[in-house]
């Protein structure tokens, strides 16, 4: 089963409902959790820009919702000329429920993938202490 095509359209159709009106740059993210179960989420601007919500956090946050907790994949999307990353607070954030080989798929509106590990992603990222 190829997850990235499962997972892109996911993504996509989260992409199509994130609320982002000053911005206009719509994020959708899914994850598929260990247990085999996709969750997504979208970004939420807020006026007061530094409270609005990444996409990511947003499939994390419905993820631990529906009693998942361990992430096995991520693919975070936007109508982008360029690979969309995941940010360095999301970067955590999927590390927090991720073992470093956990994959993190970038895309772009042309269709164009890139796929590394969450470990590659984040270097040296807070763990347990």
């Given at each position: 089963m190829n997850?990235?095509?499962?997972?892109?359209?996911e993504a996509k159709s989260a992409a199509s409902r994130a609320y982002a009106p000053?911005?206009?740059?719509k994020v959708?993210?899914?994850?598929?959790s260990s247990s085999g179960k996709i969750y997504s989420g979208c970004n939420v601007e807020n006026?007061?820009?530094p409270v609005g919500t990444c996409a990511e956090a947003g499939a994390l946050a419905a993820m631990i919702n529906g009693g998942d907790n361990k992430?096995?994949?991520?693919?975070?999307?936007?109508?982008?000329k360029h690979l969309i990353s995941p940010c360095g607070a999301c970067r955590q954030r999927i590390a927090e429920?991720?073992?470093?080989?956990?994959?993190?798929?970038m895309t772009d509106?042309?269709?164009e993938v890139k796929s590394m590990s969450i470990g590659d992603l984040l270097p040296m990222g807070f763990k347990e202490f």
């Amino acid at each position: 089963m190829n997850n990235i095509s499962v997972l892109l359209k996911e993504a996509k159709s989260a992409a199509s409902r994130a609320y982002a009106p000053y911005s206009k740059f719509k994020v959708g993210c899914a994850v598929l959790s260990s247990s085999g179960k996709i969750y997504s989420g979208c970004n939420v601007e807020n006026i007061s820009y530094p409270v609005g919500t990444c996409a990511e956090a947003g499939a994390l946050a419905a993820m631990i919702n529906g009693g998942d907790n361990k992430i096995k994949e991520v693919l975070v999307y936007a109508e982008s000329k360029h690979l969309i990353s995941p940010c360095g607070a999301c970067r955590q954030r999927i590390a927090e429920f991720a073992e470093e080989d956990a994959l993190v798929h970038m895309t772009d509106a042309t269709g164009e993938v890139k796929s590394m590990s969450i470990g590659d992603l984040l270097p040296m990222g807070f763990k347990e202490f």
